[in-house]
DNA sequence: CTCCCGATAT
DNA sequence: ATATCAGGAG
């Protein structure tokens, strides 16, 4: 079967059976998503929900965060991990946000790239989650099932997100890549992929699956 | 390619 | 005790 028949197949039945596939970040305004998805980097979302209500609580806005002091956001935000570096980063960004964007967060790709501890996948999260704008996110799990899937030989995830983009109409992107995160979540997990209980097996390849 | 780091499952 | 989870910057 062609790729781009088989991986609308393997979306429209993601889609049923991942019917409100969301992100699962917890978050009330653009400015939150942002913050909680540069926390969500290696680290599982659930914890990341975990430490962000208090967050939250104690900085209400950009400039919160910008003049935060840094040992104590990192006190908030010890138990994601990597607390130094997220920390900086978070207040170097709402820094940027309060000088180049007026304490709000940027709506193009380009822009939000540039703030410090935003990469792509990032990017992409808080566009789509907030303005719905199409966007191929490429975490560990899509990157793991596109491979899997054999929907991409790259390993890249820049080149995954173009392969997937090609693939697919651009009001797919979202739909597909976040039950592709559900997926990879519970059944086509990284260590022993539960292939017997996943419905896309038929029409899957199996890339580097024992 | 290396560094940044805690939490949980095994 | 050790493996696994899970992005971005330099």
Not at 34 to 40: D, E, G
Request: charged letters at 25%; a positive charge; proline letters at 6%.
């Amino acid at each position: 079967m062609e790729l781009d028949k088989r991986i609308l197949k393997i979306l429209a039945i993601l889609r049923k059976t991942y019917p409100d596939a969301q992100i699962p970040l917890h978050h009330k305004n653009p400015l939150q998503l942002l913050v909680a998805t540069i926390l969500s980097a290696q680290c599982t979302d659930e914890r990341v929900n975990m430490v962000t209500p208090e967050l939250f609580k104690k900085y209400k806005n950009a400039n919160d965060f910008a003049v935060a002091m840094q040992p104590e956001l990192e006190k908030s935000i010890h138990s994601t991990g990597f607390y130094k570096a997220k920390s900086k980063n978070i207040i170097g960004c709402c820094k940027m946000l309060v000088e180049k964007y007026g304490g709000k967060v940027p709506n193009r790709l380009e822009d939000l790239v540039q703030l410090p501890g935003v990469g792509r996948k990032t990017a992409n999260v808080v566009l789509g989650g907030v303005w719905d704008i199409p966007g191929v996110v490429v975490d560990t799990h899509v990157k793991r099932l596109t491979y899997r899937m054999g929907l991409t030989k790259n390993t890249d995830p820049e080149k995954i997100e173009q392969d997937i983009m090609k693939l697919l109409p651009a009001k797919d992107w979202n739909d597909f890549t976040m039950s592709l995160i559900y997926h990879g979540r519970q059944v086509c997990i990284a260590r022993k992929p539960r292939c017997h209980e996943c419905p896309v097996s038929e029409l899957c390849p199996k890339v580097g699956v024992e």
